[in-house]
Structures are given as structure tokens and as C-alpha cells.
């Protein structure tokens, strides 16, 4: 099908991939970072396509230094040669076009919510169970942008000394909630009343992302409980989580506390996150180094640090992990994901 048409050449030792791709949001925020990022990788894209809302149809965007208009979305936007789809348009969006796309040939990968904890579709972070894309039927999702940063530090862990309980406390950025939230931070520190958020986010923290639950919990804490669930394969895995909106501009930011299983030194398990694909280790206390948002924007790990023992439980731990929510969280992921099943065939 698809694959037979994609070509995979071995360039300087490294794969340079052709294909035809569809972008649903294009404009946002994430849909920029698409963009930004498939510049930057060995992908050769022969036709692009950018869709979105009617509002957006008839702009014109710049790629690789060449002019692109905006498409609007509907359901003949997929009657045509596309390999695959980035989705980042909201859930609502994704449940009604992404089955159109798969019907037609096209791979699906979702941003939003809208199919993370469907039994038929893989929820997948490349470092922590890529082989997981295997079971697609053309739908793939990708993970909340915190879950994402909080699994590819938790892996490691689990393999190495195994995984009973874990606690995050996120501090997550404005971008997260979108350009509005953005605009929000950066005209609240001139005192302007917000458009987005219910209270001011300037010189204030808000715990509180997405809708609560009868539970007492936000769909945000549920999505990191669940999500964590479903990608380690642990779905009897003690989590709990609290979620908070920050006036950071751009990085997420995790306080985690996790009980392993077994005896671990702290050498140990600097070694384990060394070693790990896509985690970048940056703990030197008595140097002030520690990651930090304004340190891990714009870069594609997930830097942990402020790693120390936990004595109140046995085999406790304290991380603190930072990620791009942009970048890691979101359409990196999403296009790491696309490279795997390129180059896998």
C-alpha cells in the first residue's frame, strides 16, 4: 500500500524518508510546532497538506521556503494520496475525521484525547513501547504532553527495580492551554483581566486544568493517572496526581515521587536514567544545576534532576522532570512516532 511508495535510503548513516502528510490544526500552536520540528528531521515531504477551520481556510504558510495555503477540513480532505495524518485540532475533531482518514488509507496519529484510552488503539511514546504501533488499524494516539515526560522517566525505573506507587505533581505552562493562555500570561503581568483563565495566571498558580470530576479529581490528573496506566501496561498501578497551571510560559515541570519495588542506590539510579533514550540527566545540586523551563525550551529531552531518596517509605525516590510540552509533549512525539513506522515499513 503506502509503504510501498514511502522510500527509505540510507543517507551518511542515516535514514532520509519521503511521504505525503496531512496537518488537521494547522495554525495552532501545536501545529506550528509540526512544522518547526519537520523542518529539522530527515523527512522529505513530497506533498503536504494543511487543513483546518474554515476561519483559517485561504492563509498562506511557509515551509522549507515554499508558499502552502491553508486548506479548510472536511470530509473529502482525505480523498487523495496521504500517507499520514497529524491531528491536532481537539477531540471532537479527531472522533469525527480520523475514522474518515483511517477508511481511506491514511495513518492517523491524534493529539488530543479523543482516543487515548480506546482498547483498539495504541497509545504510544516511542522511547517507553514503541512496539506497541504494530497493533494500529490507522488510528495511533499520543499521550497527554504530561504523561509523555513523566513515562519517559518512569520506564527506566520500573525496568530496572520495578515500580508499587507513584505521585506526580505537575507545574504546567501557559502554552499547554493554547496561544490564548499565552497572551493571557503575557498581558496579566501588565494587569489586563484574562480572556482564558477564570482567575489571573500572571503572579499566580491555579490548580486546576480541564473540567473536575465527581471524583474530585480534573480530566487532567485522570489522564496522567490512566494514561501512565495504560503505556507502562500496569493497569493495577498505584497513581495519584495533582495538576497545576503555572505562569510559565512554555515547559512543563513534574515533581515525582515514586516507591520501587527493590533496593536501589542513588548511583544506580543516576546510571539507569543516563542510559535511558530521550532523558538527559542534569543534577549537580551543588552547582545550582537542576532543569528548569527556561532551560528545557525548545529542546527535545526530558531533563531530570533533584534526584534523592524518599525515607518516609521504603525504596522511595524524588525526581524532578522538565519537558518541552511543545516539542516532547506533543508534536516531537508525534513525529517520532510517524519515523518509527516509516522507517519500521
Not at 64 to 79: K, M, R, Y
Not at 150 to 167: E, T
Not at 270 to 286: A, H, I, K, M, W
Request: aromatic share 6%; glycine share 6%; proline share 4%.
Amino acid at each position: 500500500m503506502l509503504i510501498s511508495r514511502i522510500l527509505l535510503i540510507n543517507f551518511d548513516r542515516r535514514y532520509v524518508l519521503r511521504v505525503n502528510l496531512a496537518i488537521v490544526g494547522a495554525t495552532g500552536v501545536v501545529g506550528n510546532t509540526f512544522l518547526e520540528i519537520l523542518s529539522q528531521r530527515k523527512i522529505t515531504i513530497d506533498n503536504l497538506y494543511l487543513l483546518a477551520s474554515s476561519r483559517s481556510a485561504g492563509k498562506k504558510i511557509i515551509f522549507n521556503g515554499a508558499e502552502h495555503i491553508i486548506e479548510e477540513l472536511t470530509e473529502a480532505s482525505f480523498d487523495r494520496d496521504i500517507d499520514f495524518a497529524l491531528f491536532s485540532a481537539g477531540g471532537n475533531i479527531s472522533k469525527k475525521f480520523a475514522p474518515i482518514a483511517a477508511e481511506k488509507g491514511c495513518i492517523v496519529i491524534d493529539n488530543s484525547s479523543a482516543w487515548r484510552m480506546d482498547k483498539n488503539v495504541p497509545l504510544v511514546v516511542p522511547e517507553v513501547n514503541p512496539e506497541k504501533l504494530k497493533d494500529h488499524k490507522g488510528i495511533i494516539a499520543n499521550p497527554n504532553c504530561s504523561t509523555i515526560q513523566g513515562v519517559v522517566a518512569l520506564k527506566p525505573l520500573h525496568d530496572a527495580f520495578g515500580i508499587k506507587r507513584v505521585v506526580y505533581s505537575t507545574y504546567q505552562a501557559v502554552s499547554g492551554a493554547g496561544s490564548q493562555a499565552m497572551t493571557d500570561l503575557q498581558e496579566g503581568v501588565k494587569g489586563v483581566l484574562p480572556q482564558q483563565f477564570i482567575y489571573p495566571i500572571a503572579f499566580n498558580l491555579i490548580p486546576h486544568i480541564d473540567q473536575f470530576e465527581d471524583c474530585g479529581y480534573t480530566k487532567e490528573e485522570l489522564k496522567l493517572i490512566n494514561e501512565t496506566r495504560k503505556i507502562l501496561d500496569m493497569p493495577d498501578l498505584a497513581v495519584t496526581a495533582t495538576a497545576v497551571r503555572v505562569p510559565v510560559l512554555n515547559s512543563h515541570s513534574e515533581s515525582i515521587n515514586i516507591e520501587l519495588e527493590t533496593r536501589f542506590t542513588l548511583k544506580e539510579v543516576r546510571n539507569v536514567l543516563e542510559n535511558s533514550p530521550g532523558v538527559l540527566v542534569l543534577d549537580d545540586p551543588e552547582n545550582n544545576a537542576y532543569p528548569m523551563p527556561i532551560i528545557c525550551s525548545g529542546k527535545d529531552e526530558v531533563f531530570v534532576g533533584r534526584i534523592r531518596k524518599d525515607d518516609s517509605v521504603d525504596y522511595g525516590l524524588n525526581i524532578f522532570v522538565v519537558s518541552d510540552n511543545l516539542r516532547k509533549g506533543a508534536a516531537l512525539n508525534a513525529i517520532q512516532i510517524l519515523e518509527h513506522l516509516l522507517i519500521q515499513g
